[in-house]
């Protein structure tokens, strides 16, 4: 099993990731998707859900299956027309199943706190009547050291299991992001790039950076009090090798003897639903990989699944 300790670690905290999200894998993810409706501030509940497999190439006897499980609080401001505020307070499940047997572990995950700034916002009516809306916001944001990372990454006896049930990266992390709203009536296109600079932490372990780019395709069905907006997307995600004392990690079991080291990219379709119902608003979306290579294709997605609930002001 020990042989699987550099080659998952990259999994901690699959939250879609929220992480990543939350977008996927990697240390302490996040996932917007499409923002709620509201005209000051919002506040809210999301479930996310991630199944990952690994399985070693060259010895099948070595396996990890991980379900990654967060229960959050969220919320989001607008301090200003221009600009808005997000927070959002995990709490995490991790469970795993492996050739070494039953794990799990839970508790409060790292926080994260984000702010917009909107920098274009356009309205014009085209054909006489169709009104057309672009929006565009840069935004960055923290992630805190809130959840426990409570292992000592230099001891040999350190297992796979240690590591991929911790609650947090134990650093704190910075992200950056940039969002495009086009919309044409009813019809419109949300794009969103991010970018998530992870550092290093007190046990001198450091995930890697991830780069995160989502579009997502959406339609409004009104009908009273009552809009129901069907979506669907694709979504890119590629992260950095993770690092021990500031060197790469190259993995020194499975393929190719050290010659490649954690992180990887991942391509996966996007689909769900949002329902509003007056200041009450239901989502649910899935993604599914279309294409992955995580740790030389040892390290694969099955899928990832949020809910959420949410009552804006």
Same mark, same amino acid.
């Given at each position: ?34 923002? $709620? ?11 996310? #859900? ?27 401001? /607008? ?10 307070? $995990?709490?995490?499940?991790? /469970? ?20 917009? #700034? ?37 001891? $040999? ?37 991010? #970018? ?92 599914? $990989?279309?294409?992955? /290579? ?20």
């Amino acid at each position: 099993m020990k042989k699987l300790f550099v080659a998952i670690t990259i999994l901690l905290l699959a939250l879609n990731a929220n992480a990543c999200s939350i977008c996927g894998c990697g240390g302490g993810n996040l996932y917007l998707g499409l923002y $709620p409706s509201f005209d000051t501030k919002f506040i809210g509940v999301r479930y996310t #859900y991630g199944d990952y497999r690994t399985i070693l190439k060259n010895d099948n006897t070595q396996f990890s299956n991980n379900t990654y499980h967060s229960y959050e609080i969220y919320a989001g401001f /607008n301090l200003t027309k221009k600009w808005q505020l997000f927070t959002f307070i $995990p709490y995490q499940v991790n /469970n795993q199943v492996s050739d070494d047997g039953k794990s799990s572990n839970q508790g409060m995950g790292d926080i994260t706190i984000l702010t917009n #700034y909107q920098i274009y916002n356009h309205h014009k009516v085209v054909d006489d009547k169709k009104l057309v809306t672009h929006k565009i916001w840069l935004g960055g944001g923290i992630k805190l050291k809130t959840g426990a990372f409570n292992i000592d990454t230099h001891d $040999p006896a350190s297992t796979l299991a240690d590591v991929n049930t911790q609650m947090g990266t134990g650093a704190t992390d910075f992200l950056f992001n940039v969002r495009d709203i086009y919309q044409v009536e009813n019809s419109g296109l949300a794009t969103t790039v991010n #970018y998530k600079i992870n550092n290093k932490n007190n046990q001198g372990y450091q995930f890697g950076d991830k780069f995160t780019f989502n579009t997502i395709a959406y339609y409004n069905l009104s009908s009273k009090n009552t809009v129901v907006t069907p979506n669907i997307g694709l979504m890119y995600e590629t992260v950095g090798g993770n690092k021990m004392d500031g060197s790469l990690i190259y993995l020194t079991e499975g393929l190719d003897n050290g010659s490649y080291h954690t992180g990887g990219n991942t391509f996966s379709g996007i689909g769900g639903v949002e329902v509003n119902v007056k200041k009450v608003s239901f989502g649910l979306n899935v993604q599914a $990989p279309i294409q992955q /290579n995580v740790a030389a294709g040892q390290v694969n997605l099955k899928w990832k699944g949020l809910f959420h609930m949410t009552l804006s002001f």
